[in-house]
């Protein structure tokens, strides 16, 4: 059986990386823990592992039950797996937020400014003057020695207990739409009601990503589940692809995030 076929083509180098892991979990017998992945990836790694014949499993943490960036752990099934199996590390920093304003595109910046890969961070939470990010305990120390500034905000980080975490309340407000097709665009303009031609220019800038990563191609077809990003419009999801109308549109169920 071709694995290859239930999933994009984009996703196969990450497949081959995936699959590489699990193989060596059933040679050595030894637990492998990977960087931070997006939902998307840990959803593969969970149905890669599932094909496997060996009894493995796969345990996934980020800090706290909410997070969305996870570290994952792929374990034969008697090894015992425990929240500090996943060696966290929280850091958090205050500022002045009256006097600036920090998004979680600035504190995004700012790190990968330090030359560190974004798969070594976890989630990242902006909220009343206080940033927080997840990131792994082996560059913990490097990051507080360096991450001194945040846009033109002076930081001193501490590392605090994961249960200090700032939990983001999610609500996710579903819709339903009727489409002419799944292509990015066309799903696009119908939930953040652009015009066709503004959709299009949003994909091609770049400004638009599917599961995570950035989509340029307006044509791309979406999926049930996929989770969509607009620069500056939020998130969504294509919760349900509910079937064809009379007139051979599509009816869809999607969530905006509020």
């Known amino acids: 059986m071709d694995i290859y076929q239930h999933f994009r083509k984009e996703e196969q180098p990450f497949i081959d990386h995936a699959l590489s892991w699990i193989r060596d979990v059933e040679m050595t017998y030894q637990p492998k823990l990977t960087d931070f992945l997006d939902p998307r990836e840990q959803q593969i790694v969970d149905m890669l592992a599932g094909t496997s014949l060996e009894d493995l499993q ?15 752990m792929i374990a034969p099934m008697y090894e ?9 590390a929280l850091l958090q920093a205050s500022y002045h937020n009256k006097f600036i304003s920090i998004t979680h595109r600035d504190v995004m910046g700012a790190f990968l400014s330090l030359g560190v890969k974004r798969k070594k961070l976890g989630d990242i939470t902006v909220a009343d003057g206080q940033v927080q990010m997840i990131t792994t305990d082996e560059i913990a120390m490097y990051i507080r020695m360096n991450l001194t500034a945040i846009k033109k905000a002076s930081i001193s980080l501490e590392e605090k207990p994961l249960s200090a975490i700032i939990e983001n309340e999610t609500t996710w407000v579903p819709s339903d739409y009727i ?80």
């Open 58 to 72: 796969v345990c996934t943490y980020g800090g706290s039950p909410a997070a969305e960036r996870k570290r994952v």
């Open 80 to 88: 015992t797996i425990t929240e500090d199996s996943f060696h966290l």
């Open 179 to 258: 489409v002419s097709s799944l292509r990015l665009d066309t799903v696009l303009k119908s939930i953040y009601k652009l015009s066709r031609k503004h959709a299009a220019e949003m994909i091609t800038k770049g400004l638009v990503k599917v599961n995570h990563k950035v989509a340029d191609d307006k044509k791309f077809t979406l999926e049930e589940g996929d989770i969509l990003s607009l620069r500056g419009k939020g998130r969504s999801k294509l919760v349900r692809i509910n079937g064809h109308t009379k007139k051979d549109n599509i009816s869809i169920t999607a969530a905006v995030l509020k």
